[in-house]
């Protein structure tokens, strides 16, 4: 069963260090997904508007809950405001979309899906003309000052944001009444962020690594953004060997020992399972460094697509 360890959040919260990742777990899956996780210690699921299954997750959870499988109040569920709705005036709309979907009457914590906003034009979540996504200039301290009336009006408990740049965070920590909780991004062995999590850590707040398992089924096109398989790795795969673990498992753990919040993602109930035993085993200092000696700036999630890399907040060139 999954370790109940958190990380403790700057407003006191705690959030769960392992939980469910929920991007691509198709409609017809994902309530068992949500059932066999809770069955096996998880407390942490990552959902996104942008994901498209809130509202299968929310049949799931509404289903959980009532059979007396865990307590609301001992989940820690989280969601993204996607990029088109980052015009103030958007904002709430659309964490009350969130919340009908999800059938919750609150969020553990609601992140800025990114600092880059895109026009919203009709619902369609990734408008676009040429083959570029139609850019907005919204400012997203602007969003940011929506998103901390979420806070006071008691619809979110904690904000955050993802896919920030250390730039984008300190303008964010310097003008924000409400501080950011969580910093959300990519972080497995061929990313691992060291500068990022040491900076989100030094201003006390928690960071949760997405893609830990290097996302080997991303909807993406091969080309130099596209990683190895991380659980193909010959030297995670040895790591593995001696541990008596699979490669998933040493990934995950991975960012486990590294004092982070994590988030594989399974459609799968074995590999739920599988994923959630990572807290009887420990890593040694050799092969952290074996794992970290992986890096090589490589991202899963290549947020530069369909143009995002030319918005005057793309955040991934200066990190
Ligand atoms: N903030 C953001 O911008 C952002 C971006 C990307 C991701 N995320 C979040 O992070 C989560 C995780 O990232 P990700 O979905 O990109 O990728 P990931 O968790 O690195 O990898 C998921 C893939 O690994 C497979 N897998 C899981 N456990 C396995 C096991 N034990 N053995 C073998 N294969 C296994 C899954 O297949 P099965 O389903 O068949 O197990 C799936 O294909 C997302 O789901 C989402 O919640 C956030």
């Known amino acids: 069963m999954a370790s109940t360890?958190?990380?403790t959040l700057p407003s006191g919260k705690r959030m769960p260090q392992l939980g469910l990742g929920t991007w691509l777990s198709p409609d017809g899956l994902v309530q068992e997904a949500i059932?066999?996780?809770?069955?096996?210690?998880?407390?942490?699921?990552?959902?996104?508007?942008?994901?498209?299954?809130?509202?299968?997750?929310?049949?799931?959870?509404?289903?959980?809950?009532?059979?007396?499988r865990v307590k609301r109040e001992d989940l820690f569920i989280v969601s993204k405001l996607w990029n088109s709705y980052h015009a103030p005036e958007d904002v709430?709309?659309?964490?009350?979309?969130?919340?009908?979907?999800?059938?919750?009457?609150?969020?553990?914590?609601?992140?800025?899906?990114?600092?880059?906003?895109?026009?919203?034009?009709?619902?369609?979540?990734l408008p676009q003309k040429d083959g570029k996504v139609l850019h907005s200039d919204v400012d997203y301290m602007d969003t940011w000052k929506a998103m901390e009336k979420l806070v006071d009006e008691g619809l979110?408990?904690?904000?955050?944001?993802?896919?920030?740049?250390?730039?984008?965070?300190?303008?964010?920590?310097?003008?924000?009444?409400?501080?950011?909780?969580?910093?959300?991004?990519?972080?497995?062995?061929?990313?691992?962020?060291?500068?990022?999590?040491?900076?989100?850590?030094?201003?006390?707040?928690?960071?949760?690594?997405y893609s830990p398992l290097t996302s080997p089924k991303r909807p993406f096109p091969p080309g130099?953004?596209?990683?190895?398989?991380?659980?193909?790795d010959p030297v995670v795969?040895?790591?593995?060997?001696?541990?008596?673990?699979?490669p998933a498992q040493i990934l995950i753990r991975f960012n486990i020992q590294a004092g982070i919040?994590?988030?594989?993602?399974?459609?799968?109930?074995?590999?739920?399972?599988?994923?959630?035993k990572v807290f009887d085993f420990c890593l040694t200092d050799d092969e952290v460094k074996k794992l970290e000696s992986l890096h090589c700036g490589a991202r899963a999630v290549a947020w530069d697509i369909v143009g995002m890399g030319e918005h005057k907040y793309y955040p991934f060139k200066t990190q």
């Open 237 to 246: 795969k040895e790591i593995a060997k001696k541990h008596g673990k699979s």
């Open 92 to 125: 709430k709309p659309a964490c009350m979309e969130t919340l009908r979907l999800l059938r919750l009457d609150y969020l553990n914590l609601y992140l800025m899906h990114s600092p880059m906003g895109i026009k919203n034009v009709k619902g369609d979540l």
């Open 224 to 232: 130099k953004l596209d990683p190895k398989n991380g659980m193909e």
């Open 156 to 209: 979110v408990k904690s904000i955050g944001v993802a896919n920030f740049n250390q730039c984008q965070l300190e303008r964010l920590l310097s003008e924000a009444r409400i501080k950011p909780d969580v910093c959300q991004l990519e972080r497995h062995i061929y990313q691992t962020q060291k500068k990022m999590i040491a900076f989100v850590k030094s201003k006390g707040m928690a960071f949760t690594g």
């Open 5 to 7: 360890t958190c990380l």
């Open 261 to 276: 919040a994590t988030i594989p993602k399974s459609e799968t109930p074995a590999h739920i399972i599988e994923n959630s």
């Open 35 to 68: 059932k066999v996780a809770i069955d096996n210690g998880y407390r942490h699921i990552d959902c996104a508007y942008f994901y498209g299954n809130e509202g299968p997750i929310g049949e799931g959870l509404e289903k959980v809950l009532k059979e007396g």
